[in-house]
């Protein structure tokens, strides 16, 4: 180990404290699985996006079709602005999407996570036990 003299002592001292002040030394929860009504409100969530979207769409497209005739530079403003609505709809729906995709793998990697805890512990046991 290394020594620390009085004033890295002090420095690692007020460390902590702004660490205690700010919360910054609690440690993060263990993420948790959605439980079958986050499942359920994730599920109701990509349904009522993807009808906005489709919805928007088609509104872009009647657009596009009227447009086709006579050429309006503000029926393409009027497309572009759908076109920002859909955007950040479009995101969230993917992110959605991934959460319900990548669930059952984060379960996985957590029982794993958990049965690998619990093998630790239990090996400290035996040692304290054999001592």
Same mark, same amino acid.
């Given at each position: 180990?290394?020594?620390?003299?009085?004033?890295?002592?002090?420095? #690692? &001292?007020?460390?902590?404290?702004? $660490? &205690?002040?700010?919360?910054?030394?609690? @440690?993060?929860? +263990?993420?948790? /699985?959605?439980?079958?009504?986050?499942?359920?409100?994730?599920?109701?969530?990509? +349904?009522?996006? *993807?009808? *906005?979207? +489709? @919805?928007?769409? $088609?509104?872009?497209?009647?657009?596009?079709?009227?447009?086709?005739? $006579?050429? +309006? !530079?503000? &029926?393409?403003? !009027?497309?572009?602005?759908?076109?920002?609505?859909? $955007?950040?709809?479009?995101?969230?729906?993917?992110?959605?999407?991934?959460? &319900?995709?990548?669930? /059952?793998?984060?379960?996985?990697?957590? #029982?794993?996570?958990?049965?690998?805890? @619990? @093998?630790?512990?239990?090996?400290?046991?035996?040692?304290?036990?054999?001592?």
């Amino acid at each position: 180990m290394k020594k620390m003299d009085g004033i890295q002592i002090l420095f #690692e &001292l007020i460390i902590e404290l702004c $660490k &205690l002040i700010t919360g910054n030394n609690i @440690a993060p929860a +263990s993420p948790r /699985p959605l439980s079958p009504e986050m499942r359920q409100e994730l599920v109701t969530f990509i +349904s009522k996006t *993807q009808e *906005q979207i +489709s @919805a928007l769409e $088609k509104d872009r497209q009647s657009i596009y079709n009227r447009n086709r005739h $006579k050429k +309006s !530079e503000a &029926l393409n403003a !009027e497309a572009r602005d759908i076109t920002a609505k859909i $955007k950040p709809l479009r995101r969230e729906l993917s992110t959605a999407r991934a959460i &319900l995709e990548k669930r /059952p793998r984060f379960e996985k990697l957590l #029982e794993t996570e958990r049965q690998m805890e @619990a @093998a630790i512990t239990m090996k400290r046991k035996e040692r304290r036990y054999e001592r």
